[in-house]
């Protein structure tokens, strides 16, 4: 019976010459005297020889390398995961801020090496792309979020099978730019703003603007929550209003977040509530309408008769939206300052710092760590940790000197 193929070569005798044979891969190797120690010894010696070459062969056949596409180019990568991204990092169809940060990382790969063959893309070639830009004079904390959407991007082209494995443990290798080691530009930390500076700047702002500057420096919400309250996400059947947003930056972990509003704050939103429980508190169109009717009010001509019949636009390239957002907001912000600015130089007073809504949560954080301790803070900001809300709470320097005056 012949024996099967894929088995273990036999040790055999080659009877016309009496000498030992083995058949390795349809070639016969005579290994001396049959029976012979010599002859046993060169047998295993080819038999491992051979072992070795089958795992090699084995693991060659299933090696993801064989079935990457070697013409791929990175442009054509970018493409595909584009198409990708555009589904995963959307919330109710709609593509989200994440989304547009990843354009913003793989644009300079698509510009440098958009020709480049995927499979050749290296720890070199990213390294290329992050001088490009420290270059561009983006920040060192930028830059390092943006180099591990490059590799987060990888990780997923090779977990698609368009790159070889080797391309994201190569990129891998490549650490982020750390403080004092690095030409890259260092950003000042976000500190807490005065409230003075706050108190004079809110009755320069629309109502809907003012409001949710005091909202946010009352509860310490992010400026995304702020910007996005609706009727239908606030329940106020009990003596404290709980707001439940509709989406937060940690919704995509499956955590919670629920933002209670206390008497001063509902005496806040309080004229903003609205029939339509859809509808946002906050509108912009609300907002202009306000601005036209305080410069109608304080117009001291009548209008013309060619003012009097003009009419909107039906689609005009700026048109208002039904809610803020976050930058809108901040644009908000910095109009008032500017107005505030102009009325304290005319007074010749020193004009006050420019100043964002992040910094109100940074306020509320340093505050509330002062009052009530670290855990009070982190559960009304919404922190998972008290790590985490350190980085939003100023040291309290009233307490270090109360500390020194009582032990130092």
Known sequence: ??????????????????????????????????????SHEEYHRLLAEWRVRRTELKAKSTSLTD????????????????????EYYSKNGVPTKEFVEMGHALKPVRELYGSTLAREFGPLKLQAVRQHMIDLDLSRGVINHRVNRIKRFLKWATSQQLVPPTVYTGIS??????????????????????????????????PQVAAMIQLQRLTGMRPC?????????????????????????????????????????KELIQPFIKDDSEAYLFS???????????????????LTPSQSG??????????????YDVDSYRRAIQYAIQ?????????????I????????????????????GIEAAAVSLGHAHADVTKVYAERNLKLAIDVARKTG
């Not at 055999?12 to 005297?33: E, F, M, N, Q, T």
């Not at 304290?344 to 020193?350: A, F, G």
């Open 310 to 323: 003009r009419v909107p636009k039906a689609k005009p390239k700026r048109a208002k939206r039904n809610r």
């Open 173 to 206: 290798t490549v650490a982020g730019l750390r403080k004092g080691r690095t030409a890259a530009r260092e950003t000042d930390p976000v500190t807490p703003v005065d409230d003075e500076c706050v108190d004079v700047v809110i009755p320069h702002a629309t």
């Open 67 to 86: 079935t990457v596409d070697p013409s791929l180019t990175m442009s054509e990568t970018l493409r595909r995961y584009r198409e990708f991204a555009k």
């Open 284 to 302: 912009p169109i609300e907002a202009e309408a306000h601005r036209s009717l305080v410069r109608r009010s304080k117009r001291e001509t009548p």
């Open 1 to 38: 019976m012949p024996r099967k193929s894929g088995g273990v070569p036999s040790y055999c005798l080659h009877k016309a010459s009496g000498r030992a044979v083995v058949r390795i891969g349809g070639r016969d190797y005579y290994l001396g005297p049959f029976g012979s120690d010599d």
């Open 353 to 372: 710092p420019k100043w964002f809504p992040l910094q109100l949560r940074h306020s509320r954080a340093t505050e509330l760590n002062e009052l009530f």
């Open 339 to 351: 107005k505030v600015n102009k009325v304290r130089v005319r007074d010749e007073l020193k004009p």
């Open 225 to 265: 929550e702020v910007v996005m309250i609706r009727t239908v996400d606030i329940e106020r059947s009990k003596e404290i209003w709980i707001y439940t947003p509709s989406s937060h930056k940690n919704s995509w972990r499956g955590n919670d977040r629920k933002i209670p509003l206390g008497p001063r704050a």
